[in-house]
Protein backbone atom coordinates (compact mmCIF):
# COMPACT_ATOMS: atom_id res chain seq x y z
CA UNK A 1 0.00 0.00 0.00
CA UNK A 2 1.30 3.24 -1.13
CA UNK A 3 1.61 5.89 1.97
CA UNK A 4 -0.60 9.22 1.49
CA UNK A 5 1.90 10.87 3.81
CA UNK A 6 4.00 13.97 2.89
CA UNK A 7 7.39 12.82 2.19
CA UNK A 8 8.56 15.79 5.11
CA UNK A 9 6.66 14.13 7.68
CA UNK A 10 7.40 10.65 6.77
CA UNK A 11 11.28 11.73 7.61
CA UNK A 12 9.93 13.27 10.58
CA UNK A 13 8.21 10.31 12.26
CA UNK A 14 10.85 8.35 10.97
CA UNK A 15 13.45 9.77 12.92
CA UNK A 16 10.97 10.66 15.87
CA UNK A 17 10.49 6.99 16.62
CA UNK A 18 14.26 6.64 16.17
CA UNK A 19 14.40 8.96 19.17
CA UNK A 20 12.11 7.14 21.00
CA UNK A 21 13.81 3.49 20.61
CA UNK A 22 17.03 5.04 21.49
CA UNK A 23 15.99 7.04 24.44
CA UNK A 24 12.85 6.06 25.95
CA UNK A 25 12.47 3.53 29.31
CA UNK A 26 9.14 2.42 28.29
CA UNK A 27 10.78 0.16 25.54
CA UNK A 28 12.48 -2.76 26.30
CA UNK A 29 16.37 -2.86 25.92
CA UNK A 30 17.40 -5.97 24.18
CA UNK A 31 20.47 -6.17 25.80
CA UNK A 32 18.78 -7.25 29.02
CA UNK A 33 16.83 -9.95 27.28
CA UNK A 34 20.41 -11.44 26.52
CA UNK A 35 21.69 -11.35 30.43
CA UNK A 36 21.78 -14.34 32.39
CA UNK A 37 20.03 -14.85 35.79
CA UNK A 38 22.11 -15.28 39.39
CA UNK A 39 21.38 -15.35 42.93
CA UNK A 40 20.76 -18.76 44.79
CA UNK A 41 24.53 -20.09 43.97
CA UNK A 42 25.50 -18.41 40.60
CA UNK A 43 28.15 -14.99 41.32
CA UNK A 44 28.57 -14.17 37.50
CA UNK A 45 31.73 -15.93 37.73
CA UNK A 46 33.51 -13.43 39.30
CA UNK A 47 33.48 -11.15 36.54
CA UNK A 48 30.26 -9.52 36.91
CA UNK A 49 27.79 -8.30 40.01
CA UNK A 50 24.37 -9.49 40.53
CA UNK A 51 21.93 -6.62 40.44
CA UNK A 52 18.74 -8.00 40.59
CA UNK A 53 18.69 -11.49 39.62
CA UNK A 54 20.79 -10.57 36.54
CA UNK A 55 24.25 -10.68 36.18
CA UNK A 56 26.12 -7.16 34.41
CA UNK A 57 29.56 -7.89 33.91
CA UNK A 58 32.36 -5.60 35.47
CA UNK A 59 34.71 -3.62 32.89
CA UNK A 60 36.55 -5.54 30.67
CA UNK A 61 34.51 -8.94 30.85
CA UNK A 62 31.46 -9.74 28.32
CA UNK A 63 29.36 -12.29 27.33
CA UNK A 64 26.32 -13.78 29.05
CA UNK A 65 28.14 -15.17 31.56
CA UNK A 66 30.75 -12.82 31.57
CA UNK A 67 33.09 -15.23 30.81
CA UNK A 68 34.70 -13.82 27.63
CA UNK A 69 37.49 -10.60 28.40
CA UNK A 70 39.01 -10.50 31.37
CA UNK A 71 37.78 -7.92 34.21
CA UNK A 72 40.48 -5.15 34.73
CA UNK A 73 41.89 -3.89 37.82
CA UNK A 74 40.92 -0.29 37.61
CA UNK A 75 41.44 0.88 41.02
CA UNK A 76 45.60 -0.05 40.77
CA UNK A 77 45.79 3.41 38.23
CA UNK A 78 47.03 6.50 39.59
CA UNK A 79 45.43 9.01 37.41
CA UNK A 80 41.59 9.61 38.30
CA UNK A 81 41.01 10.29 34.45
CA UNK A 82 42.70 6.94 33.73
CA UNK A 83 40.68 5.43 36.75
CA UNK A 84 37.56 6.49 35.41
CA UNK A 85 37.92 5.42 31.94
CA UNK A 86 39.16 2.03 33.01
CA UNK A 87 35.69 1.59 34.81
CA UNK A 88 33.94 1.92 31.80
CA UNK A 89 31.62 -0.53 30.42
CA UNK A 90 30.20 -0.38 26.91
CA UNK A 91 26.87 -1.70 27.66
CA UNK A 92 26.44 -0.43 31.28
CA UNK A 93 28.35 3.14 31.20
CA UNK A 94 30.13 3.50 34.49
CA UNK A 95 27.71 1.33 37.04
CA UNK A 96 30.34 1.11 40.18
CA UNK A 97 33.99 2.67 40.95
CA UNK A 98 36.73 1.93 43.75
CA UNK A 99 36.49 3.40 47.30
CA UNK A 100 39.61 5.28 46.81
CA UNK A 101 37.65 7.30 43.55
CA UNK A 102 33.75 7.25 45.55
CA UNK A 103 35.60 8.82 48.63
CA UNK A 104 37.46 11.51 47.12
CA UNK A 105 34.26 12.82 45.11
CA UNK A 106 32.09 11.98 48.24
CA UNK A 107 34.59 14.88 49.80
CA UNK A 108 34.14 17.41 47.30
CA UNK A 109 30.40 17.32 47.01
CA UNK A 110 30.77 18.18 51.38
CA UNK A 111 33.36 20.64 50.15
CA UNK A 112 30.20 22.13 47.71
CA UNK A 113 27.50 22.25 50.58
CA UNK A 114 30.11 23.80 52.93
CA UNK A 115 30.70 26.84 50.64
CA UNK A 116 27.33 27.10 49.80
CA UNK A 117 25.55 27.51 53.23
CA UNK A 118 22.66 29.73 52.05
CA UNK A 119 20.99 27.71 50.10
CA UNK A 120 18.32 25.61 51.28
CA UNK A 121 17.69 23.43 48.88
CA UNK A 122 19.12 21.50 45.97
CA UNK A 123 16.58 22.11 42.68
CA UNK A 124 13.26 21.39 44.64
CA UNK A 125 10.89 23.53 42.11
CA UNK A 126 11.97 21.42 39.25
CA UNK A 127 11.62 18.12 41.05
CA UNK A 128 8.48 19.30 41.91
CA UNK A 129 7.64 20.12 38.90
CA UNK A 130 9.11 16.41 37.03
CA UNK A 131 7.28 14.72 39.68
CA UNK A 132 4.02 17.02 38.81
CA UNK A 133 3.35 17.55 42.06
CA UNK A 134 3.11 14.22 43.21
CA UNK A 135 -0.19 14.27 41.95
CA UNK A 136 0.11 10.78 41.45
CA UNK A 137 -0.52 10.31 45.22
CA UNK A 138 -4.13 10.71 46.66
CA UNK A 139 -5.11 13.13 48.72
CA UNK A 140 -4.21 11.90 52.39
CA UNK A 141 -2.38 9.11 51.52
CA UNK A 142 -0.84 7.12 54.05
CA UNK A 143 3.44 6.71 53.12
CA UNK A 144 3.70 4.58 56.21
CA UNK A 145 7.55 3.54 57.10
CA UNK A 146 9.72 5.77 54.60
CA UNK A 147 12.86 6.46 53.98
CA UNK A 148 14.70 8.40 51.66
CA UNK A 149 18.30 7.93 50.41
CA UNK A 150 20.69 10.05 49.71
CA UNK A 151 19.24 13.13 51.26
CA UNK A 152 21.23 15.27 50.93
CA UNK A 153 21.29 18.52 53.75
CA UNK A 154 18.21 19.93 52.65
CA UNK A 155 16.45 16.39 51.73
CA UNK A 156 13.69 16.29 49.09
CA UNK A 157 11.23 14.96 51.48
CA UNK A 158 10.77 18.22 53.37
CA UNK A 159 12.09 20.79 50.38
CA UNK A 160 9.74 19.35 47.70
CA UNK A 161 7.58 16.05 48.72
CA UNK A 162 5.87 17.50 51.83
CA UNK A 163 6.18 21.51 50.40
CA UNK A 164 3.69 20.25 47.75
CA UNK A 165 1.81 17.57 49.43
CA UNK A 166 0.95 18.99 53.09
CA UNK A 167 -1.45 16.15 53.34
CA UNK A 168 0.36 12.47 53.31
CA UNK A 169 1.41 10.93 56.54
CA UNK A 170 3.82 8.46 57.58
CA UNK A 171 4.55 6.61 60.65
CA UNK A 172 7.96 7.41 60.46
CA UNK A 173 10.90 8.55 58.65
CA UNK A 174 14.54 7.38 57.64
CA UNK A 175 16.90 9.38 56.77
CA UNK A 176 20.39 8.76 55.15
CA UNK A 177 23.40 9.72 53.53
CA UNK A 178 27.11 8.73 53.53
CA UNK A 179 27.74 12.84 54.86
CA UNK A 180 24.43 12.91 56.86
CA UNK A 181 26.71 14.15 60.21
CA UNK A 182 28.56 16.78 58.47
CA UNK A 183 25.52 17.96 56.90
CA UNK A 184 24.15 18.02 60.06
CA UNK A 185 26.85 19.92 61.81
CA UNK A 186 27.80 22.63 58.29
CA UNK A 187 24.32 23.49 56.84
CA UNK A 188 22.55 25.51 59.62
CA UNK A 189 19.47 25.37 56.98
CA UNK A 190 19.25 22.00 56.94
CA UNK A 191 15.68 20.67 58.12
CA UNK A 192 16.74 17.64 60.44
CA UNK A 193 20.20 19.61 61.99
CA UNK A 194 19.09 19.34 65.05
CA UNK A 195 18.13 15.54 65.11
CA UNK A 196 14.51 15.98 63.97
CA UNK A 197 12.41 16.41 61.53
CA UNK A 198 8.77 17.24 60.54
CA UNK A 199 7.57 16.43 64.20
CA UNK A 200 7.75 12.66 62.93
CA UNK A 201 9.48 9.98 64.55
CA UNK A 202 12.60 9.92 62.52
CA UNK A 203 16.13 7.94 62.34
CA UNK A 204 18.88 9.15 60.80
CA UNK A 205 21.61 6.64 59.33
CA UNK A 206 24.94 8.35 58.29
CA UNK A 207 25.69 5.59 55.70
CA UNK A 208 25.99 5.03 51.79
CA UNK A 209 23.03 3.32 50.64
CA UNK A 210 25.45 -0.01 49.25
CA UNK A 211 25.63 -0.49 53.09
CA UNK A 212 23.59 -3.89 54.00
CA UNK A 213 21.84 -1.64 56.67
CA UNK A 214 18.00 -1.74 55.76
CA UNK A 215 16.37 -5.21 55.67
CA UNK A 216 14.49 -6.81 53.18
CA UNK A 217 10.76 -5.72 52.73
CA UNK A 218 11.32 -3.38 55.51
CA UNK A 219 10.04 0.02 54.18
CA UNK A 220 6.56 1.10 52.98
CA UNK A 221 7.98 3.97 50.53
CA UNK A 222 11.43 5.03 49.55
CA UNK A 223 12.11 8.24 48.26
CA UNK A 224 15.59 8.72 45.95
CA UNK A 225 16.18 11.80 44.07
CA UNK A 226 19.16 12.91 42.01
CA UNK A 227 21.79 10.53 43.75
CA UNK A 228 22.75 8.02 41.52
CA UNK A 229 25.90 9.68 40.17
CA UNK A 230 27.32 10.16 43.05
CA UNK A 231 27.38 6.72 44.75
CA UNK A 232 30.33 3.98 44.52
CA UNK A 233 28.40 1.38 43.16
CA UNK A 234 24.67 1.63 41.48
CA UNK A 235 24.10 -1.76 41.08
CA UNK A 236 24.29 -2.25 44.72
CA UNK A 237 22.35 0.56 45.67
CA UNK A 238 19.55 0.04 43.23
CA UNK A 239 19.30 -4.01 44.13
CA UNK A 240 19.02 -2.45 48.04
CA UNK A 241 16.27 0.08 47.09
CA UNK A 242 14.24 -2.48 45.53
CA UNK A 243 14.38 -4.67 48.02
CA UNK A 244 14.29 -2.83 51.09
CA UNK A 245 10.73 -2.01 49.86
CA UNK A 246 8.20 -4.29 51.14
CA UNK A 247 6.40 -5.83 48.08
CA UNK A 248 3.61 -3.79 46.89
CA UNK A 249 5.18 -0.43 48.69
CA UNK A 250 6.22 2.71 46.70
CA UNK A 251 9.31 3.82 45.23
CA UNK A 252 9.68 7.78 44.67
CA UNK A 253 12.36 8.08 42.21
CA UNK A 254 14.16 10.14 39.84
CA UNK A 255 17.67 10.12 38.43
CA UNK A 256 20.00 10.18 34.86
CA UNK A 257 21.24 7.92 32.31
CA UNK A 258 23.73 9.05 29.30
CA UNK A 259 23.24 6.77 26.16
CA UNK A 260 26.06 9.47 24.41
CA UNK A 261 28.46 11.21 26.46
CA UNK A 262 28.98 14.84 24.26
CA UNK A 263 29.82 16.42 27.40
CA UNK A 264 33.01 16.53 29.30
CA UNK A 265 32.14 13.50 31.04
CA UNK A 266 35.66 13.24 32.73
CA UNK A 267 35.88 16.56 34.06
CA UNK A 268 32.53 16.25 35.07
CA UNK A 269 33.31 12.47 37.11
CA UNK A 270 35.22 14.67 39.57
CA UNK A 271 31.83 15.46 40.93
CA UNK A 272 29.74 12.84 39.64
CA UNK A 273 31.73 9.36 39.04
CA UNK A 274 28.56 7.21 38.31
CA UNK A 275 27.01 7.42 34.57
CA UNK A 276 24.87 4.39 33.62
CA UNK A 277 23.07 3.40 30.81
CA UNK A 278 19.64 2.78 30.13
CA UNK A 279 19.56 -0.99 30.21
CA UNK A 280 20.71 -0.69 34.30
CA UNK A 281 17.89 1.79 34.86
CA UNK A 282 15.19 0.05 32.94
CA UNK A 283 16.04 -3.23 34.75
CA UNK A 284 15.65 -1.93 37.79
CA UNK A 285 12.33 0.32 36.81
CA UNK A 286 10.83 -2.81 35.52
CA UNK A 287 10.39 -4.27 38.82
CA UNK A 288 7.42 -1.49 39.77
CA UNK A 289 4.28 -1.06 38.36
CA UNK A 290 4.70 2.39 36.63
CA UNK A 291 1.89 5.22 38.69
CA UNK A 292 3.84 7.94 36.82
CA UNK A 293 6.57 8.32 34.16
CA UNK A 294 8.07 11.36 33.38
CA UNK A 295 10.90 11.13 30.83
CA UNK A 296 11.52 14.47 30.66
CA UNK A 297 15.57 15.26 31.89
CA UNK A 298 15.80 18.63 33.79
CA UNK A 299 17.07 21.68 32.67
CA UNK A 300 20.33 20.99 33.28
CA UNK A 301 20.61 17.90 31.54
CA UNK A 302 19.41 19.65 28.51
CA UNK A 303 21.49 22.50 28.88
CA UNK A 304 24.94 19.70 29.08
CA UNK A 305 23.79 17.90 26.64
CA UNK A 306 23.54 13.78 26.03
CA UNK A 307 21.71 12.87 29.22
CA UNK A 308 18.31 12.16 30.10
CA UNK A 309 16.01 11.93 33.17
CA UNK A 310 13.10 9.91 34.54
CA UNK A 311 10.63 11.01 36.80
CA UNK A 312 9.06 8.15 38.53
CA UNK A 313 6.81 6.75 41.43
CA UNK A 314 5.76 2.98 41.03
CA UNK A 315 4.71 0.30 42.75
CA UNK A 316 7.06 -2.60 43.43
CA UNK A 317 5.65 -6.01 41.93
CA UNK A 318 5.34 -8.82 43.86
CA UNK A 319 7.09 -10.70 41.17
CA UNK A 320 10.91 -10.47 40.13
CA UNK A 321 11.73 -9.63 36.53
C1 LIG B 1 23.23 15.94 44.50
S1 LIG B 1 23.10 15.45 46.15
C2 LIG B 1 21.33 15.22 46.25
C3 LIG B 1 20.79 15.27 47.62
C4 LIG B 1 19.29 15.07 47.73
N1 LIG B 1 18.91 13.80 47.19
C5 LIG B 1 18.54 16.18 47.03
O1 LIG B 1 18.15 15.99 45.88
O2 LIG B 1 18.36 17.22 47.65
C6 LIG B 1 23.70 13.79 46.15
C7 LIG B 1 23.79 13.18 47.53
O3 LIG B 1 24.18 11.81 47.38
C8 LIG B 1 24.96 11.47 48.50
N2 LIG B 1 25.69 10.22 48.26
C9 LIG B 1 26.95 10.05 47.79
N3 LIG B 1 27.27 8.75 47.76
C10 LIG B 1 26.19 8.08 48.22
C11 LIG B 1 25.92 6.72 48.45
N4 LIG B 1 26.82 5.79 48.19
N5 LIG B 1 24.73 6.38 48.95
C12 LIG B 1 23.79 7.33 49.21
N6 LIG B 1 23.99 8.64 49.01
C13 LIG B 1 25.18 9.02 48.53
C14 LIG B 1 25.84 12.68 48.70
O4 LIG B 1 26.39 12.71 50.00
C15 LIG B 1 24.84 13.81 48.43
O5 LIG B 1 24.25 14.24 49.62
Redesign the pocket.
Known sequence: MRSTLPPILLLFLVLYSFNLDNFSLTSSDKRLNSLINCGSGFTCGGSGQCFIHRCFCNPGASGEVCSEGTSRDCSSLEDLQARLTCFFHDDYGTAWVDYRT?RET?AR??TF?KRNVRES????DE?ISGFDAFSALSLGQHLGQYA?????????TY?SLTRSRPDLTFDSITL????LFN?MKNSPLSPYKDGTFLNIKTYLVA????APVFGSDTFDTVL????LE????AYV?LDNLWRMIKPGGLLIFNDRWVEKWTFDWLDDAKLHPIRIRQVVLEHFLVQFEVLFQNDNGTQEMKQRGGEHGVYFIGRKKLETL
Open positions: WLEEWNDRAHELGCGPYTQTSDPNYAGAEMVNVHVQNV
